[in-house]
Structure formats: C-alpha cells, structure tokens
C-alpha cells in the first residue's frame, strides 16, 4: 500500500557530508513513524534514527550529534542529514515506513548505498 523510493546515497570522504531522502506514496496515513536503517556488509540491519508524525526523535548512539533527521508531512518525505562521515558508517541504508494505527502495517524502501571512504 506505500511505496518507498530512497535518494541521495554515494561516495564521500571521511569527515563530509551527505543528505538521503525518502519520499512516500500510496496509502500513507497522517499518524505514522518514519525511520532509517542501515546494514553493513556481513552484519545485521540496524536503526540509524525515527521520528514520528509529530516530530519526535531518536537516534542511534554510534550517530548522535552527527546525524539529523527529518520530514515534510504536507509531502510524505523523510531526510537524512550525515555530517561528520566515518568510513564506519558506511552500509546501505533503508527507509523504514509504520502506521502506529493497527493493522500496523511495515514498509521499506529498496535501500541506498552510502560508501564513506577512509
């Protein structure tokens, strides 16, 4: 029922910057939380940072302070905002769609490469 389409992900070098966007369509709902995900090669896919439909956030330990993330409800897209880029972040990255509201329906996005070099 939503579809994902994510953006924005490619080659820097350690210490820049990168921005990833999401954008949402379908049958998206006002009360909803978006989040993104990463997964590095030989590892598990991981939470990076959510934030609901009413703007609270949270954010993975490993991102704090580095990572800002974001979204236009009037356009159903979702931002990533990367600074201070470690070679460690690198993974591709997946946007990550929830209705809170049952049936609780779980989305994702084909996912994005982000590859920080050292």
């Known amino acids: 029922q939503v579809q994902l389409v994510e953006s924005g992900g490619g080659l820097v070098q350690a210490g820049g910057s990168l921005r990833l966007w999401c954008a949402a369509s379908?049958?998206?709902?006002?009360?909803?939380?978006m989040g993104w995900y990463r997964q590095a090669p030989g590892k598990q896919r991981d939470l990076v940072a959510y934030?609901?439909?009413?703007?609270?956030?949270n954010y993975a330990d490993s991102v704090k302070g580095r990572f800002t993330i974001s979204r236009d409800n009037a356009k159903n897209t979702l931002s990533l905002q990367m600074n201070s880029l470690k070679p460690e972040d690198t993974a591709v990255y997946y946007c990550?769609?929830?209705?809170?509201?049952?049936?609780?329906?779980?989305?994702w996005g084909q996912g994005t490469q982000v590859t920080v070099s050292s």
């Open positions: 379908g049958s998206v709902v006002r009360i909803n939380v």
């Open positions: 990550n769609y929830r209705r809170v509201v049952p049936p609780r329906d779980d989305y």
């Open positions: 934030i609901t439909s009413g703007g609270s956030t």
